[in-house]
């Protein structure tokens, strides 16, 4: 069974930092190239870090340089560490491999608020 637990979500205030953390079932974490989306009200589901199962990561230019991808394959975790957070970074946080369509489930996600 499929499950995706992400985790580490809170408030902050502006310039702050959080660690999330998806806990993954089964092997997906270590055979699929991940991925940190995010969803802010009214707007759609957008990916902002990968990393592939070799252990390259990529950003999206909005969190370049404040966001840090990374797995630990024997737990079957994800990582994202947020630092200088922004209030444009409020949303809810899910990890899911690059082809969600493809996994068919998406977790619950966790809620990132930063204060101004």
């Known amino acids: 069974q499929v499950q995706l637990v992400e985790s580490g979500g809170g408030l902050v205030q502006t310039g702050g930092s959080l660690r999330l953390s998806c806990v993954a079932s089964?092997?997906?974490?270590?055979?699929?190239?991940m991925g940190w989306y995010r969803q802010a009200p009214g707007k759609q589901r957008e990916l902002v870090a990968t990393?592939?199962?070799?252990?390259?990561?990529n950003y999206a230019d909005s969190v370049k340089g404040r966001f840090t991808i990374s797995t630990d394959n024997a737990k079957s975790t994800v990582y994202l560490q947020m630092n200088s957070l922004k209030p444009e970074d409020t949303a809810v946080y899910y990890c899911?491999?690059?082809?969600?369509?493809?996994?068919?489930?998406w977790g619950q996600g966790t809620q990132v608020t930063v204060s101004s």
């Open positions: 990393i592939t199962t070799s252990g390259s990561t």
């Open positions: 899911n491999t690059l082809n969600p369509r493809a996994l068919g489930y």
């Open positions: 089964a092997r997906i974490v270590s055979i699929n190239d």
